[in-house]
């Protein structure tokens, strides 16, 4: 909980902490490519999901006004000896 003029000012809870060198660079990327768009004014929220032949794919999409958004892509290989990747990429939606 945390507190601001003796009131109740926000809930948090802890998902996960990671301390890898590569994940710390990919949060502030993400961080400095939506700071750049952010600007613009509200922003959305999209889930999305799609499977693939061998695998499935996970997707964040936070649309901006002005048709830019931010995907963030999580590729989940149904092998197990095939690493997941994680893409951040910049779109332009009309």
Known sequence: MIFRD???SYLRR???QYTEPETG???????????DIQ????VS???????LSNGSSKYLVLGF?????????????????????VEITEELQN
């Open 6 to 8: 003796n009131r109740v």
């Open 65 to 85: 006004s002005g048709g830019k958004a931010v995907r963030i892509s999580v590729l989940i290989p149904d092998s197990p000896n095939m690493k997941r990747t």
């Open 45 to 51: 929220l999209r889930i999305e999901s799609s499977e």
């Open 14 to 16: 802890d998902v996960a």
């Open 39 to 42: 600007k613009q004014g509200p």
């Open 25 to 35: 660079e990919f949060a502030l990327q993400l961080y400095r490519t939506i700071a």
